[in-house]
Structure formats: C-alpha cells, structure tokens
C-alpha cells in the first residue's frame, strides 16, 4: 500500500508551514471520532458471535473492509497531527490486514507454529492447530473443568511440514484431484500406495526429537504405555468421520512415531478418501493432527449415550459399563452392565441389566495389556454405583449442552474412584421424536408464556430448569445444579456456577458485559435485560428459556429442548462462526494496557484495536503539547480553570462552551458547556470526594497525583495539567487524578439520537486482583446506568446514546460522583465483599445526593 | 450445492398443492413462510428459528427451487434476499405477488440503499430489513403481518 502524499517527508523539510491550531484541532476531533467509530464497530462484529444475529459472508467481507479503511486513516490522521510519518505503526497496520485477508481466503493462519501444543492449552479457537477431537478434548477440560488424561497434541502444522518435506503433499493433493475427476477409479489402488508412501516417509528432525521428548516425558520415561488418536479436521465435527480413521493403543514410548504415521496414513483410508469424494470436498485439504495420552489404569470403563437409542425410551440415557479398560465395550466383544437413566436431574435410575463379567482387559504392568479372569463377587456386581452413576450422567448432559448435540461420551473410572472423560463424539444416531421440527412450533404455540419479548440475547439456546432466584451478594456455593439462575442485575460472579446452570436470566444488564462473555464461552443460554423476570418467576418454578426467541415458558417444553439438540447446523460450526471469531482475532484484543510501559509502541500493535488505542494515546499527548507550548498559534486560547477541587484542569473552548465575556482566567460559573458543568457538580455535590481514607489528607493526595506522572510528564509546566476540550454541547476530558487515568467523551443536548456519553477508567498502581476488583466496581456502577460495559485487564471502557437529555446529564453527574469516588479506592479494596459494599456505599451516597438535588 | 433443502420428513398437516383448502387438522393452521437467500447460512438458521418459533418454514437458497415452490403453494409470507446469483429479488417479488397478492413479502439484504427500499416499498414489500440483522427483529415483522392479516387471535 503506498503512503498518502502529503506524508512524504520531502514535504516536511524543516521549513515546515507552521499548521494552524484549528486545523490540528479538527484533525484531533477527527481522530477521536474515528477512534469512537472504529471501537464501536468492533463491538459490533463481536456482538454477531452471540447468536442473536443472522449475518453472511458478504458482512464479514465489508465489515473486515470498512474496518481497515478506517484503521488506515486513523494512523494517516495521527501523521498528520504529529506531523511525521509513523512507518513502524504503518508497518504494524498492514501486518495486521494481512493476517486478516489470508483467514477470510481459506486459508487458515495456524495462530500457533508448534508441533506439539500440551492439552491444557488447547480449545476449540485452537481446532486447526489440533483436530476436532483433541479441540473437544481441550474444551471439556479447559473450558468444562472436567478430567481428562493429560496430554498433547501433534499438530496440523506438523502434518504438513513432514508431508511437505516427504514431497507427499503435492501427492496427495494430484491424487485427490485425479479420484475427484474420474470419480473414484483405483481408489483402492491409490490409497494403499498413498498410505504406504506415508507410512514409510521421514520426519523432520525438529519434530521427532519434540515427538519423542513429549512422548517420554508422558510416559514417566517409559513406564506407561500411550493411547495415541486421530484428530483430524472436520472430525466429529461439521462433517462426520467418525470412526475412519485410526488410533493406536498401548504404544510404548519407543513406538511413538511408527504410531504417529500409521495415525497419519489412515487419513487417506479408502473409506475417507470415498467419503470426501462423495462429500464435495474435493477442493478443501484435509489434514490430521494427533493426540497422545497417556493409557489409563482403569478399574471400571465404559461409554454413554445421552440418548438411548431405543424408540420407546427416548429420555434416557444408557450406560454400558465393564470392568478394566474401555477396548472390549467398545469392539463389542465384553459382557456389559447396562443402565437406563432418566435424562432429567437427578437422573432417576430407569432399569439396570448387570451381567456375568467372566473376563476384563487390564494393563500389563510389563507393557501392553492382557486378559485376566474376574473371580469372586465382582463377577455378578454392579460395577458402578447409584452415585457413580449419577455423577456419570450429570456429567453427561453438561456435555451435550455445551456441545448441542446429543454424544456418545467414552470414560473411566480409577480405582482412586475419579472420572477420566476419554472422549465425547457427536452421537450419530438422532433421538427419533425430534425429527419432526413441527412438534416443537406446535409445542411452543401451546405452552404458557411467562415473559416474552424483553430483553436482550446474551446466548441464545433453549434451556429448562427450576428458577433458582440469586439475591446481590448472594453465598453461590449451593448454587442447584440444573436450575436456571434469575437475578436482577447480571455479574461475572456467577461464572462459578455457570457450569452447574442451564440457562441465566437477569432484569438488568448488557449482553457485551463480562458475564456474557463467560456465558458464551460456556455456551449457556442467557437472556439479559429481560425486566421484570426477578419479580414474575417463582423460586423453584419449573421454565423453558427460549433465548433465541427472547420468551420464557411455564413448565418443561420438552419438545423445545430436544430440537435445540438436532439442529442441522450448529452455529458455532458454520464457516460464517469461525470466520468471523478467526478474524476478530487480529481485531479486538487490547494487548496494549499501559501507556507509562516500554512496551506501548506502534511495533506491538498486534490488533487494530491496539492501534486505535496507541493513536487515541499520541493524539491526547499530542493536543496537550500543543496547547502548552505553541499557545501562539492556537485560536481558541487554553484557559485554565478555577474548580472548587484541586483538579488543575485546562480548558479549550471551540465554541460557546465558556461565558464569552470571560476573561483568560475563568471559574466554574463561567462555563457553559452542560456536559462539563454537570460533570464538576457531580464531583463536588456528591461529597465522594471527600471519602478520603483516614490519614490521607490533601497534602499527602498532591503527592499520590505528583507521584503518578511519568516520563512523558516529566515537563515541570505539565505538572497537574488535565484537558478540557469543550463546545455548548461537547465535552472531551483527559483526567489523571490519583493513579487512575479517565477519559470522556459526550455531546448532550443535540437531537435525542446523537446524545452520547463514552467513558473510560483505567490505571493503578496496587496489584492485579485489587485493580481488577475496582474494575468490576466500575463496570457494576456503570451498567446499573444503563451503559454498555466492556472490561479489558483493569481498564473500563463504557458507552451509552440514545437516552434524553436530562437522563443523559442524570448520567454525567453520577459519573463525576464515580470519578471522586474511586479515586483513592484501590488501596481499600481488599476484599470481593468490600468491592460489594462499596457498591453499595456509592448507589446509597448518590441516591441521597439525588433527593436533595430534586 | 445445495445444503437446504425443505424439510424431507414428510409433515403430517402440511398443506400440499396451492391453498388446498381448510386445514384438516382441528388445531389452529400455523403461519407459512417460505425463505429464499442465497447465503445458506441465513436459511439454515432462520429456518430452525421459525420452525422453533411455531411457524410452518420452508428455506431455499435457490432461486429457481424458489420459484418452483411457490407456483406449487402459497405462502403467507415470504422473506427473500434482494442480491442473489441468476435472480434479482425484485423480480422474484413481483413473481410471488402476480401468483399470490395476499402473500406479504419482507425484503432482507447486505446492500440497503435509499433507492432499493423506495423501490421494494412500490412494488408493495412489507417490510424491508438491512442484514445482518437480529433475529428477534425479522420475528417483529413476521408478527406483524399475522396481526394485520387477521392470522392470529
């Protein structure tokens, strides 16, 4: 991409036409719009991955577009407002819209090189790197909490270095095309030589001596054998095929790699070669990661179905266990128990068939494994029990609703008595009573509607549950697993039970919140906004929350519930999903925190939204030099202003913010700028201020603020200086007080539809926890006022338009209140309940303020 | 490709053939509505979406299968893209409309413009919704024809 002209250094020898003030002002105005644009449409696309919206390729593409437009121009602003060329921030721009465009062609920019990724890290944001199944794997463990063997994963990047270096891949991309466009001649021919090819190539050295190292080190050197399993894209996944490909058991760790290609060769199997074929994915290169486990000791394995495929039972589950290791269950060849549970907590036990175990598979302490006869009782027992298997089946169906999909879930049980989830695969066969979707329109006209219409899709999803009402600050411990918590305001407290809730509803709250980022994460079903849900739902009340359609039913509506299970797609796995969640991965994380660090610098932008933070930074920094050394050029003269508090505040006024009769030093009854005014009142009025801690006087505050300013403050004349900029309407304020740093920026008092406020808060010098807590403190206050709350590390970021004027000032001057409030709060916070009583403090000071106000 | 296909199952009440007369089934007759885009992606999910919502819902994300549909039946509403390969959306509009003039249409696409509104609005659209756009908002407007076509008590 070529540099606008006027960048062009010659343009800007020393000789510079001196720009004049208005001309940077506008220029700095315009950043700051863009910078509000730019933030607000990445807030947008974020918004469409909660499932309350229909989108298609086509926004994706012009929203990616629409984005980097305004990316480029906000840095080529930033240039001109600093005048120089900023080419490592231009650099850092198109680095990013690269990245970008190679996700939206197809091809899939694996975010992480490695050829080994360890379990622990991996989830399905990491499902090119890992495979579907070992994706799966990572979220039941990651995400769900639930145990798993330890292990790794050889990844997709792995694969196609060996193929690639093998010269295998232009071989099997030939062969592919040759079957698809003669369809299928040889196929058996093509296969077995392809396979044979694999099976024999070498390895890179990098990755074997990282194959072999990991395998080692899993092992306990040696001592353990190894479970080494397919994880091929697309498996289990969008496309089924499941059971194709090949794992090997029992591996030692010497054989790790013979295991690995003989993994590796299966993806070009007759029978996926034929499937892809039939499957119009002719064009599309599969690959295959492959995962390694260490073999569990198991005294009891088994598999589950959380629906049991039998006509008459369609709501249960079964269960079919054995004693030792899982392999005989799963050929088929073991004499099982067999369990029918109810698909409903608690998971009423329907029939159990216990069988005669005269054999069971264990691991031979010599290496592989071996059969052993069972004796004595164990033969005839039950080899799980009630609470066994009510843990199993708990477990279970925390599993399909993250999944959405009924599952075929293989696990074990060590003799320590704790459950290992080996793998969850999506269940083939499909419980047959929902196969009729018009059972569940009929279903949903009938059944009672309790709330319906209000409220706003944080997750959508169909959940049904028992009302379990949460009161503020509210003990969660004994939180009810499968109820549906009801609260009035939403809270990222309730993460903690999140795993244990079917659904979440609150009166008050925002969809782009933290507690909604959890839940979608966690995929629960959540409505929020849903007003009077606290006061119309009963505790213990029996509902079906339908987020998608924002309604609420009384009762159970079975059929509802089951046809959230077959959807045709899930919507997490349609390319449009992925697509976009790939993308917004080089546009909304904030990685640049600190603008006091080394490291906020134009070459660490990683996202667009680092960038827009690094210019909104430079600009503000940029305005306020201006205005403290070149007072000559500047038309609208910095004034500073007299405030009853010690804010040591400078005001530019571009139009009819200040009394014009005001001479050059002005106090507050000159302003007119009514965002300003009611913002100072808010500070002033509502004695937050003062709510100092004991022994902190003014004089010991002056040094926290002198305290504060760092390098670039470093100027004795800037010392204590915030900005102002101003209109009748407009305000722009850059505040550093204490150790916070706030922003905001509102225009009231135009049309309804333009009223805006945006206010931002980060900064403080305590550690993490404490800073997060005020955070939350911050967000909490902010979202009770109606505004959209994003939290990113410690920093706050929150919007609000729309409402009227007077709501609108109603707003400002509860913000000034805040900004008072936290302003040496940090220090005290060193407790969750002290965030929640200072939430409290504040809501009780600010509603007192209010009544004498009115 | 064509991933989505009406339903396969076959549907005990649906009414088959143009406007087969009185429901047979006593219980009340459901909204039909038939949904044409040619991004699958959006009738795979507001097909589910209907359907889940209490609707009788048919998607389709070809024109022609489109067009083949509602010469065999009528719908009560249909909800179709503007931009599509091989048809324009208007002119499918104005198909429903000559065959079905109590069909109301809702208009849904990636380009509003000013021009294509004012233009669907007189070639009588219902509704006309720029995408991507909420679900629960394309349900408003399903809603409303309901009410005003005396669909619903």
Redesign the interface.
Known sequence: MRLPVWINPRNWRRKKPPVPFSVLFKKFKSILERNNAILELIADMGD?LGG????????IL?SCEKLGDQVFKLVSDLSFLCQRKNVALFNAFEGIQHRIAEELAGRRTLSRTDHILPLAELTHDLADEGGNKMASLGDIRNILGFAVPEGFVITAGAYFEAMEQAGLRRLAAETTRRLCADGGQDLAEESRRLRQAILAMPLPKGLVRAVEQAAKQLSGNGRELLAVRSSAWGEDGESSFAGMYESVLGVAAGDILDAYRQVLASLFCEQALRYRLHH?QCAEEPAMAVGVMPMVAAAVSGGLYTYAPLGEQDQAMVVSAAWGLGKPIVDGTAETDTFLLSREPPHKLLSADISCKSTQLSLDPQGGTRTLEVTGPARDASCLSDEQLARLARTAMNLERFFKRPLDVEWAITSQGDLLLLQARPLSIRPRAC????D???A??EAPVLLS?KGI?AMGG?ASGPVQLVGEGEDLSDFPYGAILVSRHSSPRFAKVMPKCRGIITDVGSATGHMATIARELRVPTLVGAGPATRTLRQGQEITL?A???VVYEGLVEA?CR?ELV???V?EE???YRTLKRVLRHVSPLTLLDPQSEAFRPENCKTFHDIARYVHQRAVDKLIGLAETHQEITQGAPRKLDTRLPLGLTVIDVEGGLDPAAGPGIEEKDIRCRPLKTILDGMTMTGMWETAPVGVDMGSFMSSLTRTFGADMAHPARLGRNLAVISKEYLNLHLRLGYHFTVVDAYLGGSINDNVIFFRFMGGVTDLTRRSRRASLVAAVLEQFDFVVEIKGDMVTGRVKKHPTRAMLDKMFMLGGLIGYTRQLDARLDSDEAGQRHLETFFNRLAAVKETRE | MNPDTPDDSPVPHAPEGAASGPDPSPRRRRTSILILDDEPIVCKRLKPFFQKAGYEAEAYSQPAEALARVEQRRFDVVITDLKMQGLDGLAFLGKVKALSPDTDVIVITGFATLETARESFRKGVFDFVAKPFKLTKILEGVRRIEKERGLVP
């Open positions: 469409k309350d919206y229909i989108y298609d390729r086509q926004y012009s119009d196969a009729l979707a018009p569940a329109a009929e949903a006209r219409g899709t169909v339908d998608d359609h924002v509802l046809n959807r045709e797609d919507f349609s390319w449009e």
